[in-house]
């Protein structure tokens, strides 16, 4: 059973950057496309980037030219950089594969505020 961890989350200014990291415990390597999801207060769960194992990505039009999804496969690790951070960015973030088909973690949280 593949376990998946979260980190980077923090409380950031408007305009500023972070980036996510998930280590996916288990057969990694094999899952064909994951992609980062968030879920902010009252609304359901949206993903917002995927990445295949070849390393084409899509991006929700609300973050693309912003957030950049990448993934090292030897180290079965999905990365977020995430840049010109909004408000409206606040959320837990998750990552999972696209479609979900794991367990999910506990997210990392991103707080952007003033």
């Known amino acids: 059973q593949v376990q998946l961890v979260e980190s980077g989350g923090g409380l950031v200014q408007p305009g500023g950057s972070l980036r996510l990291s998930c280590v996916a415990s288990g057969r990694g390597s094999s899952i064909p496309a994951m992609g980062w999801y968030r879920q902010a207060p009252g609304k359901q769960r949206e993903l917002v980037a995927r990445?295949?194992?070849?390393?084409?990505?899509n991006y929700a039009d609300s973050v693309k030219g912003r957030f950049t999804i990448s993934r090292d496969t030897a180290k079965n690790t999905v990365y977020l950089q995430m840049n010109s951070l909004k408000p409206e960015d606040t959320a837990v973030y998750y990552c999972?594969?696209?479609?979900?088909?794991?367990?999910w973690g506990q997210g990392t949280q991103v707080t952007v505020s003033s």
């Open positions: 999972n594969a696209d479609p979900p088909m794991f367990l």
């Open positions: 990445i295949t194992r070849g390393g084409s990505t």
